[in-house]
């Protein structure tokens, strides 16, 4: 792999000019404003790819946004690694709150990252982190050091669920046959220590809705006398967990994969500082359910968090009215053992209970995707535990991660392919928020790691 790294080592500044232009095409799939765009960033992206060096590049349509797919078949006989991320990003509100555009990318130095990030949304989620691929893809082109066959497959629509993939991976089995897959959509658990996630949290996302008059009226005139549904509303939420911050809703646990005492005490293991952790994030005290560590909390166990609430007047000024209906989105992360549409269907069973008699109540299932957690012996994980070894210069450690990527799961489901889960991003690079951020270090060290990751697996194949 030497010629590999040192073509690296020669090309990273025009990588970092070519990850920027990709930066600037707001992709933001939630926003049908933003359609043009979205599609610009599939162009882009295939363009991106068959510059790389990939064959039989197409940007190929679903009931969605597109999905980008390319290929180098070197050698049949050798294993098939198949690349997965997506172009589409978070929308960036508020937009106040950035300290430069959100398609704007620009280097700034931080207290983390003191050689540099790049400030712009989906530079860490995840057009930098699948971008390194196609640079290391290209690196190994240019020295004849590819050592297996790869396909590429990005899409759209991850950051809305993923709606259109479990038709498109039906219909295109066979083009994306593969023997293992690599995301890096996943994040490092600090900075400059080695480590690789082998288990997501899932998802049940639901929105709620509560009414209660047929219109809104004067809260002078109604104040006291007829039922107030933001008040309420509230309230409902406040029931869906005690006072121990254990979620309430009947059945909620019932399946769940308790963590054998091997995991527990590797997760001890994963170096931890809560005053540094407070102090990424701006907050004086932390707060979970009882009983877990922090760590436990954002990666092994369940949780339930309300992303959006709304109702009444929220114009400038005074407006003094008691609203006829309030709204809110939940999201439940799930743990192994979970079921995203049986917990759905818990919650939307049980949370009309909550309400009085005074007002209707509405549940929506919006999106979910189920839990995954890989194998220990898995010859994808061995490969990736000594990449990172070789180019981190210590031993990688394995921990869950409590995001989502409901992919992963059908991937195993309709193509019987486990995935690796090769992140480089921290969870202070603030993905979904404002000034959303990746380390140049840390996008550099992944173009340098794939290779490696690629031969490591290639070895073992071949072995087995």
Same mark, same amino acid.
């Given at each position: 792999m030497e010629g590999t790294q040192r073509y690296v080592k020669e090309n990273q500044d025009r990588f970092l000019e070519e990850l920027k232009e990709l930066l600037k095409i707001p992709s933001i799939s939630a926003d049908p404003a933003y359609n043009q765009?979205?599609?610009?960033?599939?162009?882009?992206?295939?363009?991106?790819?068959?510059?790389?060096?990939?064959?039989?590049?197409?940007?190929?349509?679903?009931k969605g946004y597109p999905v980008v797919y390319g290929e180098k078949i070197k050698d049949p006989s050798l294993p098939i690694v198949l690349v997965y991320g997506h172009y589409d990003v978070q929308p960036p509100d508020p937009l106040e709150l950035w300290e430069s555009g959100p398609f704007e990318p620009v280097i700034k130095k931080t207290e983390i990252h003191p050689d540099g990030a790049i400030f712009a949304r989906g530079s860490a989620d995840d057009k930098g982190q699948f971008f390194m691929h196609f640079k290391a893809f290209e690196a190994m082109m240019q020295a004849d050091e590819l050592p297996c066959n790869l396909k590429f497959m990005i899409e759209g629509e991850e950051e809305v669920g993923s709606a259109s993939l479990a038709d498109?991976?039906?219909?295109?089995?066979?083009?994306?046959?593969?023997?293992?897959?690599?995301?890096?959509?996943?994040?490092?658990?600090?900075?400059?220590?080695?480590?690789?996630?082998?288990?997501?949290?899932?998802?049940?996302?639901?929105?709620?809705?509560? @009414?209660?008059?047929?219109?809104?009226?004067?809260?002078?005139?109604?104040?006291?006398?007829?039922?107030?549904p933001i008040n309420i509303l509230c309230d409902m939420i406040g029931q869906l967990q005690d006072e121990r911050n254990h979620i309430t809703i009947p059945g909620f646990y019932d399946n769940v994969i308790e963590l054998s005492e091997n995991e527990k005490n590797a997760i001890y293991k994963i170096p931890f500082s809560e005053a540094e952790y407070k102090s990424a994030i701006g907050i004086k005290a932390l707060h979970g359910e009882e009983g877990y560590s922090t760590f436990e909390r954002n990666s092994t166990r369940p949780s339930l968090d309300v992303n959006g609430i709304w109702g009444g007047?929220?114009?400038?000024?005074?407006?003094?009215?008691?609203?006829s209906r309030a709204y809110a989105k939940i999201s439940m992360r799930l743990v192994p053992g979970q079921d995203p549409d049986r917990i759905t269907q818990l919650f939307i069973d049980h949370f009309p209970s909550l309400a009085p008699e005074s007002v209707e109540v509405k549940?929506?299932?919006?999106?979910?995707?189920?839990?995954?957690?890989?194998?220990?012996?898995?010859?994808?994980?061995?490969?990736?535990?000594?990449?990172?070894? @070789?180019?981190?210069?210590?031993?990688?450690?394995?921990?869950r991660s409590g995001g989502s990527i409901p992919i992963v799961a059908l991937f195993e489901k309709v193509l019987g392919s486990k995935s690796v889960l090769l992140g480089f991003g921290l969870d202070t690079d603030v993905i979904h928020s404002p000034n959303e951020h990746f380390g140049l270090n840390n996008f550099y060290k992944g173009i340098e790691t794939i290779p490696y990751f690629l031969k490591f697996y290639t070895d073992k194949f071949i072995q087995k």
């Open positions: 765009d979205v599609l610009d960033a599939a162009e882009k992206t295939a363009e991106l790819l068959r510059q790389a060096g990939a064959d039989a590049v197409e940007v190929l349509e679903t498109f991976l039906q219909e295109n089995t066979d083009k994306l046959r593969n023997d293992i897959i690599v995301i890096s959509d996943t994040s490092l658990v600090g900075k400059d220590i080695p480590s690789i996630c082998v288990g997501l949290r899932g998802l049940s996302y639901v929105e709620v809705e509560v @009414k209660g008059t047929d219109m809104d009226l004067h809260s002078g005139l109604f104040g006291g006398a007829v039922p107030n007047y929220t114009g400038e000024g005074a407006k003094t009215v008691i609203p549940c929506k299932a919006l999106h979910g995707g189920l839990p995954y957690l890989l194998p220990e012996d898995d010859a994808g994980l061995e490969a990736a535990k000594e990449a990172m070894t @070789k180019t981190f210069g210590s031993e990688a450690i394995p921990f």
